[in-house]
């Protein structure tokens, strides 16, 4: 009598599919463009750290993700890259939800927002992230409050940052910002 044994670790999977010259481990260093990172090859250390291991780096395609719209995956994240005649790939699902604060730029109507992401700089100030787009977000209060939740310009708001139900999904932002306190006297 055979037993099967289900697959309980997808790294294993990846192992089958590619012959171990074609695997290697990556931390992601930037956006290229769309879906395409520079990243740093990595092994384990003594003490089962990740470091370099080596100083030239690799194109990395995240199949995770559109090839037509900006990429999602944040510098430092580690994968299992596998090369597919000749061109590395990986598969890093964009975070369910993920939050930042913003700096409301203006209103575009019915709760609706243009938002611009912040950075602290080196003394701890926010600034414009560089690199970044604005995006639209709703104002959840003000959907639900009406518009006596309306929100100024250059409010900083913390923005969160959540996929639709489409298919592929779209990522949506939205913040709960209620600001009928600002018109109490």
Do not use: C
């Not at 990846?14 to 074609?22: D, E, M, S």
């Not at 990986?90 to 709760?111: C, D, L, N, T, W």
């Not at 923005?159 to 779209?170: E, F, H, I, Y």
């Amino acid at each position: 009598m055979t037993i099967s044994t289900p697959y309980h670790d997808s790294l294993y999977r990846l192992a089958q599919v590619g012959t171990p010259a074609g695997l290697q481990l990556v931390r992601i260093d930037s956006l290229i463009e769309d879906n395409r990172y520079t990243a740093t090859p990595i092994s384990f250390d003594g003490d089962g750290n990740t470091q370099a291991a080596t100083e030239e780096t690799v194109t990395v395609t995240n199949l995770a993700e559109p090839s037509d719209a900006g990429g999602q995956v944040t510098a430092g994240a580690q994968a299992v890259a596998i090369d597919v005649e000749g061109r590395w790939v990986v598969h890093i699902r964009p975070p369910v939800a993920m939050m930042f604060p913003a700096k409301v730029a203006g209103s575009q109507g019915s709760a609706t927002y243009t938002v611009r992401e912040q950075v602290h700089n080196a003394s701890g100030t926010l600034i414009d992230k560089a690199g970044v787009s604005d995006v639209s977000a709703k104002n959840l209060a003000e959907l639900s409050l009406g518009t006596g939740a309306a929100v100024e310009a250059g409010t900083i708001v913390i923005v969160a940052a959540v996929l639709d139900q489409a298919g592929p999904p779209n990522m949506r932002y939205v913040f709960d910002h209620p600001a009928y306190a600002k018109y109490l006297d």
